[in-house]
């Protein structure tokens, strides 16, 4: 080996070092932390604030702290978004829990008009008598 191909080497194992400790730092709730872009480079979030501050003498704006609002179609793009197991588990829960409860309404309510129907045929029958 020349010197060329130990250095090759020694990089190669530093990538695979590198690449190793990142798939350990995206497991579980680390993936959260920089994945898809949530978070920016702090340097290129002081650059973007001193940029707009060069210019506007005046201050801070409510835009200038929060940013520009989302598109206009952000929410279909989070609904159209994969979802975890748990997570449809979960609302397929809230949704049979919600047809459940309205079908009990709707059987309370049937139970509600026969206890009416009834009382009104023993009103009837106690004044033909």
């Known amino acids: 080996m020349d010197g060329e ?5 020694y990089q190669r194992r530093l990538q695979d070092l590198r690449d190793s ?10 993936r959260f932390n920089k994945v ?6 702090m340097s290129e979030q002081l650059e ?7 210019m506007k003498s005046q201050g801070l704006t409510a835009k200038d702290i929060v940013g520009s609002e989302p598109p206009r179609d ?3 793009d989070q609904k159209s978004k994969k979802k975890g197991r748990l997570t449809s588990w979960y609302e397929q829960r809230q949704q049979n829990q919600a047809e459940e409860k309205r079908i009990q309404q709707e059987k309370w309510q049937e139970v509600m ?3 009416a129907e009834e009382k009104e045929k023993e009103k009837e029958k106690s004044k033909q008598q």
């Open 5 to 9: 191909e130990i250095a090759q080497e």
């Open 21 to 30: 400790q990142l798939d350990q730092k995206m497991r579980g709730i680390g």
């Open 36 to 41: 898809g872009g949530l978070n920016k480079d």
């Open 48 to 54: 973007d604030f001193q940029r707009t501050n060069a």
């Open 74 to 76: 952000w929410d279909q």
């Open 113 to 115: 008009m026969k206890m």
